[in-house]
């Protein structure tokens, strides 16, 4: 698996100059070190990902961590990459394959519960919304979870998000 840090740096503790440089410049956050070091931990048990994965980014809510990788499609190894994750940083964790369609990474993050839609809402002070809807009989697979998706919809997509339940 490929990594923005040196694997080297990760699994140390210390990093160089370079990785330094990232972390202060926000490109790496300081709370995806111990989550990239899990990562490459749990990779010597699942081969996919030494193979061909790449961590792009974590985002973190209280004790709730979505991990963004590329390059790993097969739904049954990102979840059992999340419970082994999950277990390993005592956080709820999410693994999702990056995709540049937006669609996609809603699906996942969502899983086990089925997309309605997405649609796109502009408001009178001109600025725009995302809702994303989701059917009612789904509502009990996000319990608990509603708010932290939408916060990191929000990031990901890059404007305020709201999940509707239809």
Known sequence: MRYPLDRICVRSGILCPSCQRKVDTGIVKEYEIPIMK???EI???IKELRDQGEYIRSYKYDSFIVI???GI???EILERLSKKLSSKLRARVRVVNYSPEKKRIV???IYPASLLGINTLWLPDGSEQTVIRI???DQRFLAGKRRYLEEVLSELLGRPVRI???
């Open 135 to 137: 059917s009612r009989q």
């Open 43 to 45: 990779e010597e048990q």
């Open 38 to 40: 899990s990562l490459m």
């Open 73 to 75: 499609d097969n739904m």
């Open 68 to 70: 963004l990788i590329r």
């Open 164 to 166: 509707r339940f239809e």
């Open 107 to 109: 699906e996942q993050l």
